[in-house]
T-cell receptor, first 115, second 115 residues
Framework: GAGVSQTPSNKVTEKGKYVELRCDPI?????LYWYRQSLGQGPEFLIY????????DSGLPNDRFFAVRPEGSVSTLKIQRTERGDSAVYLC?????????????FGNGTRLTVT | AQTVTQSQPEMSVQEAETVTLSCTYD???????LFWYKQPPSRQMILVIR??????QNATENRFSVNFQKAAKSFSLKISDSQLGDAAMYFC????????????FGKGTKLTVNP
């Protein structure tokens, strides 16, 4: 596709449930990022993939959060035992090289609401 | 750790006028990149302009320009001839050139353009 695609656009789940958020990056982009944006805040880094491997997962808040990118393209962010504090917009971005001035191209995000 | 501060939670400007959004950052590094992103209600983060720290010349992109003061660690965005479509959240972001590929964002400034 022309841009980064994220599905679903919105997700409502109950506390304690498991959710998966999908990101389809721009074709040919080797770098993929996940960010979390809470209300009234700037995006906060979660994890960065270069190809299939997680090059930096220092932003994952705890072991309930996990992300994969098995074929170096589509990525899935997985959240176990969701909590109300996990409610936020989850942004995915991709980049051609993942370094230097190469800009990040963002998707429209998934708004996760945990009730 | 690097931090980015945007001291203006909200700004407003009259259509066709000029407005400047402020950004300061804290880093001990000498080589890095700075970005301004725009986030309309669609949630997609759109790159407005970027600056390489090693370049003394301020970046410009049409009606958008920056005032990069490396010694003062300041990176303000000037929008000339403001248009209604410029109304959005604006985020300043920092990226190290050597340590990490992640972007560190400020909390954002909400820009309103009055007709």
């Amino acid at each position: 596709g022309a841009g980064v695609s994220q599905t679903p656009s919105n997700k409502v789940t109950e506390k304690g449930k498991y959710v998966e958020l999908r990101c389809d990056p721009i074709s040919g982009h080797t770098a993929l990022y996940w960010y979390r944006q809470s209300l009234g805040q700037g995006p906060e880094f979660l994890i960065y993939f270069q190809g299939t491997g997680a090059a930096d997962d220092s932003g994952l808040p705890n072991d309930r959060f996990f992300a994969v990118r098995p074929e170096g393209s589509v990525s899935t962010l997985k959240i176990q035992r969701t909590e109300r504090g996990d409610s936020a917009v989850y942004l995915c971005a991709s980049s051609l090289m993942g370094q230097g001035p190469s800009p990040l191209h963002f998707g429209n995000g998934t708004r996760l609401t945990v009730t | 750790a690097q931090t980015v501060t945007q001291s203006q939670p909200e700004m407003s400007v009259q259509e066709a006028e000029t407005v400047t959004l402020s950004c300061t950052y804290d880093t001990s590094e000498s080589d890095y990149y700075l970005f301004w992103y725009k986030q309309p209600p669609s949630r997609q983060m759109i790159l407005v302009i970027r600056q390489e720290a090693y370049k003394q010349q301020n970046a410009t992109e049409n009606r958008f320009s920056v005032n990069f003061q490396k010694a003062a660690k300041s990176f303000s965005l000037k929008i000339s001839d403001s248009q209604l479509g410029d109304a959005a959240m604006y985020f300043c972001a920092y990226r190290s050139a050597v340590r990490s590929e992640k972007l560190v964002f400020g909390k954002g400034t909400k820009l309103t353009v009055n007709p």
